[in-house]
């Protein structure tokens, strides 16, 4: 059994060399922090940049709970959305994934 397993291994191992590993590793590394970054985003509407507005609004059933609205054209926040909302944050942001 044991003999079966090592030639396994050996042959898993024998498939990729260990620079084609770490290579490969590096590559996704490197695609991951530039997908946090905001790379591949779509420019038209980064270039504006966009507004996040949260609204903070008391429910009828007792509690609290947000609203978020983002505006693309970089203006500012817009009225409430209902009445019993109150504006909590303005955050800037490069587009409205960020807005969270």
Known sequence: MNNQFDELTKSLAQS??????LRRFGAGVAW???AV???GTNQAQAKGG???CR???SSPFGGVYY??????AGGSCPPPPTANCALYSVKNVVNCHFCR
Request: net charge neutral; aromatic share 8%; proline share 0%.
């Open 32 to 34: 991951a922090v530039l």
């Open 55 to 57: 609204y903070e609004c």
């Open 37 to 39: 970054l905001g790379f």
């Open 16 to 21: 990729v060399t260990r620079r084609q590993a």
């Open 67 to 72: 609203d978020k609205i983002c505006e693309t």
């Open 50 to 52: 966009a507004t996040c």
